[in-house]
């Protein structure tokens, strides 16, 4: 006992002046040895420790054992080979044992938002939908302001002479309204850079389109002329002895095949040099052959011919003012404030987007003959799959009016709110517009305002008709997109430029409502608070700067609009 009350004293320090006694000796070390006239305490001590060491000899012993047969597994690897065998013959074995009548039934669910399920969420939410009293939101949708201060959309012409001319150069704008308006534009814009002549463009005809209308007959050409005669000369026809050295035949015209978004440096480096030789060139087809990071020169070009020279002939601008005075009254309720949805449901645009709905066998095979039809081959190749699922995911699917529908009404506005549905012909309309005339029973169109005696001079041109529909939207309080296209592009461009820098358009994301419409467990106050934060989004993006390589017809640019005054890179090129 001496012993232990010493080595505990040392173990605490003990006096640092004294040396603690050695300790007693292991008993391991002992020799087995007892020591007479031991106490009871001393003896139970030494069988704890004996105790102690029989459970550590068991696990050193199981340990050996562990290692002993692992080393044999090791020394006979060919046993690891038997092991996918055995697993084998065990599931034959289990197999075997399950009745033959039985099949096991595999359960599959589809990816959230790749199914079109917006049917069965609006027969679910429409008494919820009906039952909120909350206020119309048209009165208080955009509550951003322009970022960068004050809005200068400040074009001016300019004042100087222009330069003996290097050239004729005439081009043809292919496609439908505002692809066409998109040549219009990088026309002028390069033949200013070029210092050249240019003809008033010619529209080619479509298959699609099938509009055979001519510059004239969409746009005031008188106008459009005058406006640009400081900065460009255009004239209407090429000179008779120029086509004379053509035999007069344009197609004897040596003609550019420009790449798309091809830079300002091409048409000064190549396009320039046969200008000055030829005299007069043709750029055919011409639809964005311009990149949209230019010169400021050439911007403001662009933004000039855009949104003052080119204004829609006097009978289109005449019935669309009319009109727009209808919605306006219509929308009485709301001090004359109405929204314009561009809606792309037609059968073409269904059909290309390869998405599917819910009209069964019999829609499937009127979108296999409408893709034939329009797009022969393109959709048949060998090996090109297609996943309506992933595409809807995606959001690429079309909305449909129904979902228009739904989204607007989430997002606050009431079913006393006038709107004008700027569209082609529906799919299908009789049955897919019937639930968005329920939600919103003051929807009109340019067919529903107009009188059959008023629209008859325009109801084949489909030019024409666009160009009612982009007149109508410009003067909404708030524009809807769905799918994308030059025709929003452009009209946000032109809100942007008359109401202060703000576009005052909703553009949804269509994949998050992929996902919202597919939800079967979503309540009505969920899917409105989450439209609420998405209309939200949009206000803020409505206000948002121009970054590079966007388009100066979407984001038009004061800075690029109010430098008038040419610099000495601004200068137009000179015929040497």
């Avoid at 010493?6 to 300790?23: D, I, Q, V």
């Avoid at 027969?123 to 955009?142: C, G, I, Y």
């Avoid at 298959?207 to 007959?217: A, E, T």
């Avoid at 009612?468 to 524009?479: K, L, M, N």
Wanted: charged share 20%; hydrophobic share 40%; proline share 6%.
């Amino acid at each position: 006992m001496q012993g232990h009350v010493y080595s505990r004293l040392g173990s605490f320090g003990g006096s640092a002046g004294t040396p603690s006694p050695p300790p007693p000796p292991s008993p391991a070390r002992g020799g087995g040895r007892r020591t007479p006239g031991k106490g009871g305490a001393a003896r139970g001590s030494q069988e704890a420790a004996a105790a102690a060491l029989g459970v550590a000899g068991w696990g050193a012993a199981a340990r050996r054992a562990a290692w002993a047969l692992l080393a044999a597994l090791l020394r006979r690897q060919a046993v690891f080979l038997f092991a996918p065998l055995l697993y084998v013959a065990a599931m034959l074995l289990y197999m075997g044992s399950l009745p033959l009548d039985v099949v096991p039934r595999i359960i599959t669910r589809s990816a959230p938002g790749s199914v079109y399920r917006s049917p069965q969420l609006y027969a679910r939410l429409r008494a919820d939908m009906d039952a909120d009293s909350s206020a119309d939101a048209l009165a208080t949708v955009w509550r951003h302001t322009y970022k960068a201060g004050a809005w200068r959309p400040c074009i001016s012409n300019m004042t100087n002479s222009l330069p003996e001319s290097n050239g004729y150069i005439y081009v043809e704008a292919n496609g439908g309204l505002n692809q066409q308006r998109t040549s219009i534009c990088n026309a002028v814009a390069i033949a200013g850079f070029l210092n050249a002549t240019l003809i008033i463009p010619n529209f080619h005809f479509h298959s699609i389109w099938k509009d055979p209308s001519k510059f004239s007959d969409i746009y005031d050409e008188e106008h459009f002329v005058k406006h640009l005669q400081n900065d460009v000369r255009i004239i209407d026809k090429v000179p008779d002895y120029i086509m004379e050295r053509f035999g007069h035949n344009i197609t004897n015209v040596f003609n550019f095949k420009i790449k798309a978004w091809s830079p300002i440096k091409y048409y000064k480096d190549v396009v320039l040099p046969k200008l000055v030789e030829e005299r007069f060139i043709r750029i055919s087809p011409f639809a964005n052959r311009l990149s949209f990071d230019a010169p400021s020169v050439v911007q403001r070009l662009r933004c000039l011919v855009n949104f003052e020279a080119l204004k829609f002939a006097n009978p289109i601008a005449s019935l669309s003012e009319t009109l727009i005075s209808r919605m306006k009254a219509k929308s009485a309720e709301s001090n004359g404030k109405y929204i314009a949805v561009h809606l792309r449901f037609e059968e073409d645009m269904v059909a290309f987007s390869c998405c599917v709905y819910d009209g069964g066998d019999e829609e499937k095979n009127q979108m296999d003959v409408a893709r034939e039809i329009g797009w022969r081959g393109k959709f048949t190749k060998r090996g090109r799959v297609i996943r309506p699922g992933v595409i809807r995911m995606n959001g690429k699917c079309p909305l449909t009016p129904l979902e228009v529908g739904l989204m607007l009404r989430g997002m606050g506005f009431n079913n006393k709110t006038a709107i004008f549905l700027a569209s082609g012909k529906i799919y299908r309309s009789e049955e897919t517009m019937a639930p968005l005339l329920e939600m919103f029973p003051l929807l009109q169109t340019k067919e529903t305002l107009a009188s059959d005696e008023e629209l008859a001079p325009f109801k084949d041109f489909s030019s024409r008709m666009a160009a009612i529909d982009y007149s109508i939207c410009t003067y909404s309080e708030v524009f809807v997109t769905t799918q994308g296209g030059n025709f929003p592009h452009f009209l946000m461009g032109h809100r942007r430029y008359l109401y202060g820098g703000h576009s005052k358009t909703i553009k949804p994301d269509k994949r998050r409502l992929a996902i919202l419409f597919d939800n079967p467990r979503i309540g009505w106050k969920s899917l409105k608070r989450h439209l609420l934060n998405m209309r939200a989004h949009s206000d803020a993006k409505g206000v948002e700067l121009k970054r590079p390589n966007e388009s100066i017809y979407t984001f038009p640019c004061p800075d690029c609009m109010c430098r008038v005054n040419r610099t000495a890179h601004s200068k137009p090129i000179h015929a040497r």
